[in-house]
């Protein structure tokens, strides 16, 4: 079958592994319970969304291999070995949240695992700074994720927009095709009103996925662009905001920069009346333009590429200065 083919099958088996996962999800107790932080959390919630993304991808992927003797060789051990490892590490979070020092610590293993295995940026040519930014990536990738997971729907959307920029890159590889179907199923319930959760095991998947996939397709002894990284980063440039409002607002506000709080983008825009809908085709929208800007980045000259750079840099500074006037306790 041809790539849209598989697309296909994996959003269908998103649906019903999702279905599944939620009611076995509710009959073993496996759900968020409503907290002070996010005002729409009232009930208790399903929080396996994770789960029941990579059963899809595993599932689907076993189905490739069957029919076209692929699928388990498309997802490399370099791949799967970490994914499985945030995966994991993010449902014991859920299960039974770990203290903020344990759980980067964690974030870090699994990060260098990764590494180790051959994902990795090669920017300076110089093997241990190299490896030190790559770690920092995937570790900031997977918080970034996990932070800006407080609004129904919004993380999911932005893991297909970014899947799908890191896959028109380069030839779009099994793991991203199979992820963003499995996405899409999972947001049919995840969307808001949501009847299941991504959960921390969910935010870590997605975010270690999406940080793999951004890496630059070159020969591991061949040196990247810096336009390269700056496209990554531009192309995350809504959950890169989240986490540096975040330590912002919080540090302003007395607050340790790990502990939870309202000062979440989203909720503030809440709190300025948007609906939770509404947040997340802002959200998206933005996204799609950052990731439009970012494909465009390492095809432009050096000078261009700076500017258009600081252009983007500058107007998220603005974006978050707007979000800090909105107050989440009105």
Not at 53 to 82: F, H, K, N
Not at 88 to 104: E, F, M, S, W, Y
Not at 179 to 186: C, H, M, P, Q, R
Not at 188 to 208: K, T
């Amino acid at each position: 079958m041809n790539a849209m083919a598989w697309l296909l099958v994996s959003l269908v088996a998103g649906l019903v592994i999702t279905w599944l996962v939620r009611n076995a999800s509710r009959r073993l107790g496996l759900v968020a319970h409503p907290g002070a932080i996010v005002p729409q959390h009232r009930e208790p919630v399903a929080s396996t969304g994770g789960i029941a993304i990579a059963l899809t991808v595993l599932l689907v992927t076993i189905a490739g291999q069957y029919a076209d003797g692929e699928g388990l060789a498309l997802i490399a051990p370099r791949v799967w070995i970490p994914a499985s490892l945030f995966l994991i590490l993010g449902v014991i979070d859920d299960i039974r949240p770990l203290h903020a020092v344990a759980k980067i610590a964690l974030q870090s293993v699994a990060a260098i695992s990764a590494v180790a295995l051959g994902l990795r940026w090669h920017l300076t040519g110089v093997e241990p700074v190299d490896i030190a930014i790559s770690i920092a990536w995937f570790v900031l990738l997977v918080n970034a994720f996990n932070v800006t997971d407080v609004c129904d729907g919004l993380v999911g959307g932005l893991a297909v927009i970014m899947l799908a920029f890191a896959g028109a890159r380069a030839p779009m590889s099994w793991v991203m095709l199979v992820t963003i179907g499995a996405v899409l199923g999972f947001l049919v319930f995840n969307r808001p009103p949501a009847s299941i959760f991504l959960g921390d095991g969910g935010s870590h998947l997605l975010g270690f996925i999406v940080g793999a996939g951004l890496l630059p397709h070159t020969p591991a002894d061949a040196s990247v662009s810096w336009k390269h990284a700056a496209a990554a980063a531009i192309a995350c440039g809504v959950v890169l905001l989240e986490v540096v409002l975040l330590v912002y607002s919080r540090r302003r506000t007395g607050i340790p920069w790990w502990r939870g709080s309202p000062h979440h983008f989203s909720l503030r825009l809440q709190a300025r009346g948007l609906s939770r809908i509404t947040i997340d085709v802002v959200a998206w929208s933005v996204a799609v333009v950052l990731c439009v800007i970012a494909w465009f980045v390492p095809r432009i000259p050096d000078r261009m590429a700076i500017t258009v750079t600081l252009a983007v840099a500058l107007a998220l500074t603005a974006t978050g200065r707007l979000l800090m006037r909105w107050d989440t306790r009105r």
